[in-house]
């Protein structure tokens, strides 16, 4: 009975089976003091305490890995464009490009397979790899166009030029294309209306901006109410409805 109770009990008192992982820590260290030498077919000499004091050099675990180069086998917004060989931090390029199948390691037979053909640079549908990122902020941009509420104004490129710019986008006029309608004020009716214009980056891209008329007046008692986050209440667009006004700029793109 006691023998049967006994094994019971080591039975209860045995661990689980604990999972290994290699962790690949590599401390680089010197001695603070050298040893001494022993004579020749001698015996080793006795080390002292002050043998066992080290001074780490490295410590590999919290080394900077040096950048990746790989292989973009497409265009990668804010990367390259198809055969560039680009340099990045390894976790970027590991979970960015690699994983996706969008780059491949950089070796002599990866780059002579995706560089691009004469045929494929004739037909580059994009300018820089940042190029596409400020399209895709221009058209999700809804610009506040301020005109003066008492002296009449016809609403020109540089107008825009302007409102962009204090947007944060540098743009020369003739990189604007305005709505074939002319637009003029001041008009109490056109007061928080949109319309769009289109944006040319480098002579290629094409960026649809929306942009919204604000008048504004320098005698304080005249000005608009401020109406806080105006840019999430619905807008009304100023010519027809909002679907013909970006199919008259997307006959402008063209």
Request: hydrophobic share 35%.
């Amino acid at each position: 009975m006691l023998k049967s109770f006994c094994s019971s009990q080591i039975k209860l008192l045995k661990t689980s089976i604990a999972w290994e992982q290699q962790v690949r820590t590599t401390f680089i260290l010197k001695r603070r003091y050298e040893p001494p030498l022993a004579k020749k077919n001698g015996p080793p000499r006795r080390l002292r305490a002050k043998h066992f004091l080290y001074d780490l050099v490295e410590d590999t675990g919290i080394k900077k890995r040096p950048d990746l180069e790989v292989v973009l086998k497409t265009y990668v917004e804010g990367v390259g464009d198809k055969g560039d060989v680009v340099a990045a931090r390894p976790t970027f390029a590991y979970n960015k490009l690699l994983l996706p199948g969008l780059a491949v390691y950089k070796t002599e037979e990866s780059v002579k397979q995706y560089a691009k053909t004469e045929m494929e640079k004739d037909k580059s549908t994009h300018s820089s790899p940042y190029a596409q990122r400020t399209v895709n902020m221009l058209n999700g941009l809804l610009l506040g166009v301020v005109m003066n509420k008492d002296q009449p104004w016809v609403i020109e490129k540089w107008h825009i030029k302007a409102s962009l710019r204090k947007a944060g986008f540098v743009c020369p006029e003739d990189c604007i294309t305005l709505p074939k309608e002319r637009i003029e004020g001041p008009d109490m009716n056109k007061e928080g209306k949109i319309f769009f214009c289109t944006v040319v980056i480098n002579n290629l891209e094409n960026a649809t901006v929306k942009c919204r008329i604000h008048h504004w007046s320098t005698d304080p008692s005249e000005r608009l109410p401020y109406v806080p986050e105006f840019w999430k209440l619905p807008s009304e667009p100023l010519f027809g409805s909002e679907q013909e006004a970006a199919s008259n700029n997307a006959e402008k793109k063209e």
